[in-house]
């Protein structure tokens, strides 16, 4: 029974040993998995960000309430950019970009 100590002591230690070492992995890859995370969410923040401007871009004149564009809608959108292509295509771009300068300005 006396040689039974030592050996019950060495298992314990040996239980205790890996458990140390699976914590110390486990940590250790916390900071990859934290970064891919962080890059998966500015790629989802990206992607919202272009539904929003391009969203509130096409409803700004109320075109999908079955409204009658405004004058002002028609006077400073229609005329001047929709008979140019890709013109209002431009313009989407421009303020998605606008808005994405905001967005990592504010992120920093």
């Known amino acids: 029974a006396v040689k039974m100590a030592p050996v ?3 298992r314990g230690l040996e239980a205790a040993v ?4 699976d914590n110390t992995e486990s940590l250790a890859s916390a900071p990859d998995a ?6 998966a969410m500015g790629v989802i923040q990206v992607v919202l960000l272009g539904l929003l401007v391009f969203n509130t871009l096409d409803r700004i004149g109320g075109g999908s309430l079955n409204l009658p564009p405004p004058d002002w809608l028609i006077v400073l959108i229609q005329q001047p ?6 013109a209002w295509m431009g313009v989407n771009l421009a303020c998605f ?3 994405l300068l905001v967005l990592r300005r504010s992120q920093r």
Do not use: N
């Not at 950019?81 to 890709?86: A, R, S, T, V």
């Open 34 to 39: 934290a970064r891919r995370s962080a890059d």
């Open 97 to 99: 970009a606008a808005a």
């Open 18 to 21: 890996r458990g140390v070492q």
């Open 81 to 86: 950019l929709l008979g140019i292509p890709f």
């Open 8 to 10: 019950v002591e060495a």
